[in-house]
């Protein structure tokens, strides 16, 4: 059996498919305000295979010039992020065992080439909240490591409607998406992978 990093829950199919396609809904018209965009690293400029949108109160953002950080607008569009939809309230309130709703839901879309390196989720002020993510449409191989980047790894897959948390100890475990698996899901018309991620940036008054 795989065994997982202290920390790091994974709940294969926690949305079913009704709820898979009523999240695709609301991230469709988050999409439709916020639209998805290139984003480039630090310094070198370099794009990511990934295209990016945000809502909530803040969105996680990265360009060569300010590199990675948060911020209450769309870098293209400087319009406000839309509203965090109620279904992931929903599914914040249930598993992240935090008494403060999630400030940010980063909105991550790959074609079937795209692929996520190894980082760690440690932009947020506030680490006492775990990450929280869900994955939509075409099945990736997920790895998963501990807090330092040597550690050992274990990787697994991760299918439509699965939700995927790292909390506690897991918190800052290296993690990263080696690759995805094409049509292997029939929720995304055209295909691809949508994960969302829901955090607690600041910490609460
Ligand atoms: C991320 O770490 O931002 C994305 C993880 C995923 O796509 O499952
Ligand atoms: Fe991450």
């Not at 911020?71 to 008494?99: D, K, N």
């Not at 996520?116 to 939509?136: F, I, K, W």
């Amino acid at each position: 059996m795989l065994v997982l990093p202290r920390g790091v829950r994974h709940i294969p199919g926690h949305f079913d498919r009704v709820a898979q396609e009523a999240l695709v809904e609301h991230i469709r018209d988050v999409v439709a305000k916020a639209p998805l965009y290139v984003p480039t690293m630090p310094r070198s400029g370099k794009p990511m295979s990934v295209r990016m949108t945000n809502c909530g109160a803040l969105g996680w953002v990265t360009d060569r010039d300010r590199g990675y950080r948060y911020q209450p607008t769309h870098p293209v569009t400087g319009a406000p992020w839309p509203p965090i939809p109620e279904m992931l309230h929903e599914l914040w309130r249930e598993v992240s065992g935090y008494p403060h709703p999630p400030e940010a839901c980063l909105v991550n879309f790959y074609t079937e080439t795209a692929r996520m390196g190894l980082h760690q989720d440690r932009d947020e002020t506030d680490l006492a909240a775990p990450v929280v993510s869900v994955s939509l449409g075409d099945a990736c191989l997920f790895r998963v490591g501990e807090t330092t980047r040597e550690g050992r790894t274990v990787s697994f897959r991760l299918e439509s409607g699965d939700v995927v948390i790292l909390g506690g100890e897991g918190r800052l475990c290296f993690h990263g998406v080696d690759r995805i698996y094409p049509s292997t899901s029939t929720l995304l018309k055209k295909g691809g992978r949508i994960n969302l991620t829901l955090r607690r940036v600041t910490l609460p008054a």
